[in-house]
C-alpha cells in the first residue's frame, strides 16, 4: 500500500496533540480522508462475536462483507469465494482484488480500529496480520494496492509472537500515542468529577506514569467512590488491587514465553537501564512492559517493577 500523501501526514503533529486515544486518532485520520474526497472505511474488529473471529474462513467472509457494506457495495461473496481451490486469505485477497477496489477505483482509506482484538485468537491472528502484510507488499508494484492507504489502530498492551518480516505493525509509518503528562492527568480528574492538586497527580503518577489506561481506570475507580487514592496506591501491585487482571493478562503471556520472561525478570530486579537484544525490546515494548532508549530499557512504570519483580522471582 502506498505510504499516506502529505495532506493525511501533515496533521498527525496536530492528532498527537489533542487526542487521548488511537481511537479518537483513527477517526481523524478516516475523517481526513473524506475531506480530501478518498473513500473510507473504518472497521471495528472488536465488533467481531466470538464464534466467528476463532474462525479464519468466518472471519475474512465476515471482514469482506462488512468492508462492501462500509462501501455501499452488493455481497458477491457467495459468486466469488472459491473454497475448492482457494485458502481462505487468498480468497479474500481476491475479492478485495477483483470486485472491492476495482468497484470504487478510487484512493480509499482503510482504517481498521482495535486489531488487538485477533491477537488472542491463535486460529486467526497470524494468517490475518500474514495478509495485511502481504497487502502492504502488494502496494509497491499493483495499481489498486496502491490506492489504499491502510491505517491500523492497536494497543500496545498485547503480545504478538509474529515474526517482524510477517507483521504489518511494524511497517509504513508508525504513530505511537504518548503518554499523560501532569496537566493531561489534572484534566481528565475533572472529568471525573475530581478536584485534584498536583500532589495526588504526582502520587499516582509516582506508581503508573503516565500510562493511559492505568490512570484511566483509576480515575474511574476513584471518581466512582470506590476507593481512596490511597488505597489504590497501597494494593496496586498486588493481587487484590484494581491492575490485578490486567497484570495477570501479561503474566499468563509470560509463563507461555519463558525466555521473555527471564529478560524481563531481568529488567525488573536491575538497578540501572538493561541492555537487551533487538528482538528481546522489540518483544517486551510490544507489550507495553517497558521504556526503550536505544538498546537499553527500563520498567514502563513502578507498577510493573513491583509486581513482576515479585511473581517471575519463583
Known amino acids: 500500500m502506498k505510504p499516506f500523501p502529505c495532506q493525511l501526514c501533515k496533521p498527525y503533529t496536530d492528532f498527537l496533540s489533542c487526542t487521548q486515544g488511537k481511537t479518537s486518532l483513527l477517526t481523524r485520520i478516516v475523517n481526513k480522508g473524506q475531506a480530501l474526497n478518498y473513500r473510507t472505511v473504518h472497521v471495528n474488529l472488536k465488533s467481531v462475536e466470538t464464534g466467528i473471529i476463532k474462525n479464519l474462513d468466518k472471519f475474512l467472509r465476515w471482514f469482506c462483507f462488512v468492508v462492501g457494506r462500509e462501501l455501499g457495495l452488493e455481497n458477491r461473496l457467495k459468486e466469488l469465494w472459491d473454497t475448492e481451490i482457494l485458502g481462505s486469505n487468498d480468497n479474500c485477497t481476491v475479492y478485495f482484488e477483483e470486485y472491492l477496489l476495482p468497484a470504487i477505483n478510487r484512493p480509499?482509506?482503510?482504517?481498521?480500529?482495535?486489531?488487538?482484538?485477533?491477537?488472542?485468537?491463535?486460529?486467526?491472528v497470524e494468517d490475518f496480520l500474514g495478509m495485511l502484510r502481504s497487502w502492504h507488499e502488494k502496494g509497491k508494484d499493483s495499481p489498486y494496492w496502491k490506492q489504499v492507504r491502510l491505517v491500523i489502530a492497536h494497543s500496545t498492551e498485547c503480545y504478538v509472537p509474529l515474526d517482524m518480516n510477517q507483521s504489518p505493525l511494524n511497517a509504513g509509518i508508525p504513530i505511537q500515542l504518548s503518554e499523560f503528562d501532569g496537566d493531561d492527568i489534572l484534566a481528565l480528574g475533572r472529568q471525573y468529577g475530581l478536584s485534584w492538586q498536583e500532589s495526588e497527580v504526582r502520587?499516582?503518577?509516582?506508581?503508573?506514569?503516565?500510562?493511559?489506561?492505568?490512570?484511566?481506570?483509576?480515575?474511574?475507580?476513584i471518581g466512582s467512590g470506590k476507593i481512596t487514592l490511597d488505597q489504590l496506591l497501597r494494593s496496586a501491585p498486588t493481587e487484590s488491587g484494581i491492575y490485578s487482571n490486567h497484570l495477570r493478562r501479561h503474566l499468563e503471556v509470560l509463563q507461555q514465553?519463558?525466555?521473555?520472561?527471564?529478560?524481563?525478570?531481568?529488567?525488573v530486579t536491575a538497578s540501572k537501564p538493561v541492555e537487551l537484544d533487538s528482538m528481546q525490546i522489540y518483544k517486551l515494548h510490544s507489550m507495553g512492559v517497558v521504556h526503550q532508549q536505544d538498546n537499553l530499557v527500563t520498567p514502563r512504570c513502578v507498577l510493573y517493577r513491583e509486581y513482576f519483580r515479585r511473581v517471575l522471582s519463583g
Open 257 to 267: 514465553n519463558p525466555e521473555l520472561a527471564g529478560c524481563l525478570q531481568k529488567v
Open 108 to 124: 480509499l482509506v482503510f482504517g481498521l480500529d482495535d486489531v488487538d482484538a485477533v491477537f488472542p485468537h491463535t486460529e486467526v
Open 203 to 221: 502520587q499516582l503518577m509516582n506508581m503508573v506514569g503516565g500510562h493511559p489506561y492505568l490512570v484511566r481506570l483509576a480515575m474511574y475507580e
